[in-house]
């Protein structure tokens, strides 16, 4: 069955970096988009990073140019690096697939970013 595991969030200081990992298994990982969502409290889950599956990618405005994602076919892995973050991008982040119509969602990991 498809199965996502997020790894890498944390608590950093409000300028600094953390990597994000997403190791998928269950499907064939190099044919499907991948995407990253954060859930604030209190807030609607959002897209903040997608990845296709010959590597296009798009990214919601408030990180473009910060949060480059990529993605290892050879590792099942997709990556978010978070640069430059702010105390607005704290969040619970999900890794996502849409794989044959249905939604599949990891466990998400946290991030928190002191001012």
């Known amino acids: 069955q498809v199965q996502l595991v997020e790894s890498g969030g944390g608590l950093v200081q409000a300028g600094g970096s953390l990597r994000l990992s997403c190791v998928a298994s269950g499907f064939t990982f190099s044919a499907f988009a991948m995407r990253w969502y954060r859930q604030a409290p209190g807030k609607q889950r959002e897209l903040v990073a997608a990845?296709?599956?010959?590597?296009?990618?798009v990214y919601t405005t408030s990180v473009e140019g910060r949060f480059p994602v990529s993605r290892d076919n050879t590792k099942n892995t997709v990556y978010l690096q978070m640069n430059s973050l702010k105390p607005e991008d704290a969040a619970v982040y999900y890794c996502?697939?849409?794989?044959?119509?249905?939604?599949?969602w990891g466990q998400g990991t946290q991030v928190t970013v002191s001012s």
């Open positions: 990845i296709s599956s010959v590597k296009t990618t």
């Open positions: 996502n697939v849409s794989h044959w119509k249905k939604d599949y």
